[in-house]
């Protein structure tokens, strides 16, 4: 059944500009037009005035965590924490809610120190004093660093290795690793809750940006139940790769129950705002401290080699510029020119990516996915940590635009909430919540950051013929726009809601007015 949406600002993000009617047949889109000629051609097609709504292709997520976001359905949120007792009051009353006792796990998710009064991390004597035997999780919105209690500790072998509760990068993830895992309805609920959480903000794919071996069951499980409603692309880190092409080979770059596997990650250092971001010139306030290496040169050109030889993707977390002149360097000694550009290479991040950097990044084929929304959330942060001048040049789009590299935006879900639009605006405006313009030389035009989030996403996933833009012949992912991005006032770009969002032609999510 053909169905004709007229009457409409369509922004194709394809090559037909902004047109004003498209048609939809079996979940795929098959014309797109003018109103005068689409009605005309399709006089027998079922009809549906937008009376001028902006459409748009759905966003796509170029780099989140599904399974860390649906856990945070599970756990007490620290978002608006402001303080050590709001923390403490948070874990209290969800403590007592769900009536957890000695021995048994208390995890929060969400808090930033940069963002507390105390301006330091919580400790583990804080959260023994409060919840003596249980063991309690604070993990860090960066996803790379956790206030862990003794009774956690212990829980997960890990006890001795911390700083007063605190563990970062490596020794963080691999406790994480550790702790309980849902079962059941729970967890079925909560993945459910996770993906209408994305389809809210107009999503219809989204990223596992680092599966482990842990979460096969977990997978198993969603696959075997169709608990997918919305395209998921699963990254394995490099050492669990091959134990989930073995337990997946349906799923080996061909989705099968909304679910494939794109490839491999690494991980090769921290997080700016905890300054574990692999620099070449020390934080601010410092001569030694320059960050995290998490990986050796010849482990880079391993996993390098490797998803040549597999002809899989790789992606790259690099922050500090240090990290990627890493993946730079080793990816020159490790692999020719071509054979980079056939596996796409991603590196994820790219906050202090330098401008110097990326001539290199385009020699090489690799996709620089920045988290832009950083400029909001943690420019400031950035500004205390490297300085104005460094911190200026932060996730370098205005630089990458005008080199001819294509690029993608990501919000690295659940540090924070997958909202496209708001990312948008970063990207546009570069202002931190202290009202900072974080140079104004690598704003870019709201065009370019709307392909950042459509159409580059698709390239970069392999998947461009079939999304990314209203175009004939693929999929029908589209959603409906409160307010036209491109003719809105850019300091209001982070208004604009989604009203609904549509999958194969299908509606999957609408705005409650």
């Not at 004003?20 to 079922?46: H, M």
């Not at 301006?119 to 862990?148: A, N, W, Y």
């Not at 392999?462 to 409160?482: C, H, Y």
Request: contains cysteine; aromatic residues 10%.
């Amino acid at each position: 059944m053909k169905t004709v949406y007229y009457n409409a600002n369509v922004i194709t993000m394809g090559e037909n500009g902004v047109q004003e009617a498209f048609v939809c047949e079996d979940g795929s889109f098959i014309d797109v037009g003018t109103n005068e000629r689409i009605l005309s051609v399709y006089p027998d097609a079922a009809k549906i005035d937008l009376n001028q709504q902006t459409v748009m292709p759905s966003f796509l997520d170029a780099h989140s965590h599904l399974s860390s976001y649906a856990n945070t359905f599970l756990q007490a949120s620290l978002d608006e924490a402001e303080s050590f007792a709001d923390i403490l009051r948070i874990l209290g009353k969800f403590a007592e809610d769900r009536k957890i006792r000695n021995g048994e796990w208390l995890i929060a998710n969400g808090y930033d120190h940069n963002c507390l009064k105390e301006k330091r991390q919580p400790t583990k004597e804080m959260l023994d004093d409060s919840f003596p035997g249980i063991c309690t999780v604070l993990q860090h919105k960066s996803g790379h660093f956790g206030v862990f209690s003794s009774a956690a500790l212990r829980a997960t072998g890990m006890e001795g290795k911390d700083d007063d509760g605190y563990l970062k990068e490596n020794e963080y993830v691999d406790a994480i690793k550790k702790l309980p895992i849902a079962t059941g309805q729970d967890m079925a609920d909560a993945y459910k809750s996770a993906q209408l959480a994305y389809a809210s903000y107009g999503i219809t794919t989204i990223q596992e940006g680092m599966m482990v071996s842990q979460m096969i069951p977990i997978y198993n499980m969603l696959l075997s139940q169709n608990m997918f409603m919305l395209d998921v692309v699963g990254y394995p880190q490099i050492a669990d790769a091959d134990k989930f092409y073995d337990a997946f080979p349906q799923c080996n770059d061909t989705y099968y129950a909304n679910f494939r596997l794109g490839g491999y990650k690494i991980l090769m250092d921290g997080s700016p705002q905890g300054r574990t971001a692999w620099m070449k010139t020390p934080y601010e306030g410092s001569t030694d401290e320059f960050g995290v290496s998490n990986m050796t040169d010849d482990a880079v050109k391993d996993a390098i080699r490797k998803s040549i030889t597999d002809h899989r993707q790789l992606l790259a977390h690099c922050n500090g510029d240090m990290a990627a002149e890493q993946l730079l360097t080793c990816a020159d000694e490790a692999a020719t020119v071509e054979d980079l550009a056939e596996i796409r290479p991603v590196l994820i991040h790219g906050q202090l990516l330098a401008t110097n950097q990326l001539p290199r990044i385009k020699k090489y084929g690799i996709i620089p996915s920045f988290f832009i929304a950083h400029c909001y959330y943690w420019g400031d942060t950035h500004i205390e940590n490297f300085g104005y001048e460094r911190a200026r040049k932060i996730s370098p789009a205005g630089s990458a635009l005008k080199d001819g590299i294509m690029f993608t935006f990501h919000q690295d879900t659940p540090v924070i909430k997958p909202d496209m639009m708001r990312t948008v605006w970063c990207a546009v405006n570069r202002i931190t919540k202290n009202g900072v313009v974080l140079g104004d030389d690598e704003r870019i035009p709201v065009i370019e950051a709307l392909k950042a989030v459509t159409i580059n996403v698709a390239r970069q996933y392999g998947e461009d013929k079939t999304k990314g833009s209203i175009e004939p012949r693929k999929n029908a992912d589209f959603i409906i726009l409160s307010d036209d991005p491109l003719t809105s006032d850019p300091m209001k770009l982070s208004e604009i809601k989604v009203v609904k969002t549509y999958r194969c032609g299908k509606c999957i999510y609408e705005r409650k007015l």
